[in-house]
């Protein structure tokens, strides 16, 4: 089977900037690729570079061929900034880019797979910021492509319509179609994606499946406990702990353990007030492989601004 997408040493720069940095990547026909990471990291580069739509080094194929020489019914492109008409409705939008190719979907069909059949009539203008996004997705589904490319394609959207983009791209997946979509949220890729690239400072620094990234680098569980009352300089309770502003930070704790934390601390004169247990994510491994984390804006964030616990400090139980 030909491969998607085959990209070697990718290298892109805008004068001293170094955009991209030898990004090397295959992607299977019929699977979903997240590129992941803070804006500025190199994925809106790397979009345009394997789509033909920037200059780069390196050697790029689609289903085999140059960006420039595959057809263009087969790939359907959302920029991560697009502005079309803002006086056409949802509807015209998707009638006129539809009337674009040879062959082309039911306008009705994609309107209802982006979840805008009862705002088809309105125009660009007034709809919403995340409908605004979901005509887009649209306008890039509506030529029905074998890879659809899409550039942060939940950005603005509400936490119901990102669900509905999200169904909506699990169902592209099932039937076939190759998926490639950057973002800056950590859960998206972790959902949708068969695996996940890490891009950092126009490196690729990982690619692997969620679950293999979170296993190599995602580190320890962690226990956020909220107490009453100020937390004893000599608590000790067993576990290595993390002390911040009424809350105590417990890592690497099985949720077998977290009973026996609560008695220590119940014990140690400390009432919890409540708690929360996690396992590590994608966010855990951004942060294991560049020492930074992505904010919700895209932003990278150093960690130090976001945790005002200082060092972690062991309590010297031992475990």
């Not at 088809?120 to 490319?149: F, H, I, K, W």
């Not at 169904?167 to 998926?179: F, H, K």
Request: proline share 4%.
């Amino acid at each position: 089977m030909t491969a998607a997408i085959v990209a070697e040493d990718v290298a892109r720069t805008y004068g001293d900037t170094v955009a991209l940095d030898g990004v090397s990547l295959t992607v299977a026909e019929g699977e979903v690729l997240a590129l992941v990471g803070p804006n500025g990291a190199g994925k809106t580069t790397l979009v345009r570079a394997l789509t033909g739509t920037t200059d780069a080094e390196g050697h790029v194929e689609l289903f085999g061929q140059s960006p420039e020489s595959v057809a263009r019914s087969r790939i359907g492109l959302l920029p991560q900034s697009f502005d079309p008409p803002d006086r056409l409705t949802a509807r015209e939008l998707l009638d006129y880019y539809g009337g674009l190719y040879d062959e082309s979907r039911d306008t009705q069909a994609v309107l209802a797979d982006v979840g805008l059949q009862d705002s088809a009539g309105t125009t660009y203008e007034n709809l919403s910021g995340g409908q605004q996004r979901r005509v887009c997705v649209g306008m890039a589904l509506v030529n029905d492509p074998d890879l659809l490319v899409l550039d942060e394609p939940t950005t603005g959207i509400d936490p119901a319509g990102r669900r509905a983009v999200w169904q909506l791209l699990d169902g592209l997946a099932d039937s076939g179609t190759t998926v490639l979509l950057t973002t800056h949220y950590m859960a998206e890729a972790e959902r949708l994606a068969d695996r996940v690239g890490l891009l950092d400072g126009g490196k690729l620094t990982a690619l692997d499946s969620p679950g293999a990234l979170v296993a190599a680098h995602g580190g320890e569980t962690r226990l956020t406990i909220d107490v009453e009352d100020a937390i004893p300089e000599d608590l000790a309770i067993g576990f290595e702990t993390r002390r911040r502003d009424g809350q105590l930070v417990v890592r690497d704790v099985a949720p077998t353990e977290i009973g026996a934390v609560v008695d220590r601390l119940t014990a140690a004169g400390v009432d919890v007030e409540s708690l929360s247990w996690r396992e590590p994510d994608l966010e855990d491994v951004y942060l294991d492989l560049t020492g930074r984390t992505v904010g919700y804006s895209g932003e990278a964030v150093d960690p130090a601004e976001l945790d005002a616990a200082g060092p972690l400090a062991t309590d010297g139980g031992g475990r």
